[in-house]
Structure formats: C-alpha cells, structure tokens
C-alpha cells in the first residue's frame, strides 16, 4: 500500500536560513507523483511544488525546492532564505500514477517555525 | 481566476442533523476530490468525481456520507445525522485532468463542528 512518512512533527530554524524537511514514500508504481503543501494557521492549503517520478532533475520553484532521491524514495523539500510567513503546517503528498483514481495520500505534515 | 470556493466556511451542527458543504471547482477544472481532516492529523482522501460521476469513493464512511457533482452547480458533500466524530475540516479539491501532472487545488475549506 501507498504510504507517505513525514518523521520530523516539528521544526525550528532561524530567519534567513535554510531548512529541509523530510518525507519518505513507499509504493509499487513506477508512475507517481510528489507534491508539498503548506497549511499556515489561517488553514488553507497552498499547493507548493511538485515531482513528477519521471522527473530527472530536481523541482523548483521560487526558494523552494524538492531533493528528490528515487533510489532512496525520498522527497524532501528544502526551503532557503526562511522567512517569518513561511512558520506553518507542511505536508508531503503522493498521487498514483496510471490509474483511474487520482486520489492524493497526504503525510502527517511537519509543522515549521521560524524565528526571528 | 477564481480559485476554488467553499462554503460554508464553519458550520455548526447538533447531533443528528445534516450538513451539506459545498465545493465549487476553478474555472475549467471538471474533476473534484474532497478530503477530511481530522484535529492533528493530515488529510485522509474521500471520494474523487467528475460531471455526474462518481469515479472514486473508496476513503467515504459507508453509511450517512454521500458525495455528488451535478452537471450544473457545485459538488456537495453530505453528511446525514452528524455525530461528534464527524467535527473535523472538510476540503475540496480540483484538477483540470485525472492523469498526469495536474496538480489539485484546495479550497480553503469548511470546519464542521458537531456539538
């Protein structure tokens, strides 16, 4: 079965500084895809990035990034240049690929603080 | 470009009554997932749809949830006789396409709260 695992339940880092967090994923498809969210205290979701398992290089987008390492199964988001609006709940996501379902299967989250 | 609207956005219930959340999808996206939250966890899938068609609904409770996306008006997501257990976040989802790289879009959710 699909599973996600996010094995950090929190984390600090310093304003201005990188932080990486963590997420495994476990699956028999050789077709899927990665996503993160985050989830501020207001309780929305904000899509974030995405990786496609067919993907060769790395995903980007803005200070956000993905470290995708397939042989490892692991896709950890890496967020550099913290600032004080990125303290929220963040989640690591997965969605089968090739099948009819598209359905997400979401991690326990991290929940990220950053100080000033 | 709206992004996906739900409403309401707290809704409180007695036990025993309905509650009814509403989930309309982002301009030209055709396919709606919805998904649950409960207090301290992480979002568990319920049911995915398309127009008129159910194509997924292997994480709803088998009894007093039902889910349906008409061809005209939002998806709504129905809860018969609520129960305490169901107080929980309720999120929807879109997507233009099943299958490839087409991310979901959530709405911002409705916070139900079964007294």
């Known amino acids: 079965a699909q599973k996600i695992t996010q094995t950090q339940p929190g984390m600090f880092v310093q304003e201005k500084e990188a932080v990486t967090l963590d997420c495994t994923y476990d699956t028999s498809d050789q077709s899927y895809g990665l996503f993160w969210y985050k989830q501020p205290s207001s309780g929305e979701m904000i899509f974030l990035i995405y990786?496609?398992?067919?993907?060769?290089q790395n995903a980007t987008e803005g200070r956000y990034s993905l470290n995708f390492q397939k042989a490892r199964k692991s896709a950890n988001l890496v967020i550099s240049a913290s600032q004080l609006g990125d303290s929220a709940m963040y989640f690591c996501a997965m969605r089968e690929g090739g099948g009819a379902t598209n359905k997400l299967i979401f991690g326990t989250g991290t929940l990220l603080a950053v100080q000033p | 470009n709206a992004g996906v609207m739900q409403n309401p956005r707290h809704l409180v219930r007695r036990r025993g009554q309905e509650a009814r959340l509403r989930c309309s999808p982002m301009?030209?996206?055709?396919?709606v997932y919805w998904y649950r939250q409960l207090p301290e966890e992480g979002l568990k899938f319920m049911v995915y749809l398309q127009k008129e068609n159910i194509i997924d609904e292997s994480g709803m409770p088998k009894e007093r949830f039902s889910a349906e996306f008409p061809k005209e008006g939002p998806s709504i997501l129905r809860i018969q006789q609520v129960v305490r257990g169901d107080s929980a976040a309720y999120f929807c989802a879109s997507s233009p396409l099943s299958q490839g790289t087409d991310t979901q879009y959530f709405g911002p959710g409705t916070r139900l709260t079964v007294l």
């Open positions: 990786q496609g398992s067919y993907d060769e």
């Open positions: 301009k030209g996206h055709s396919h």
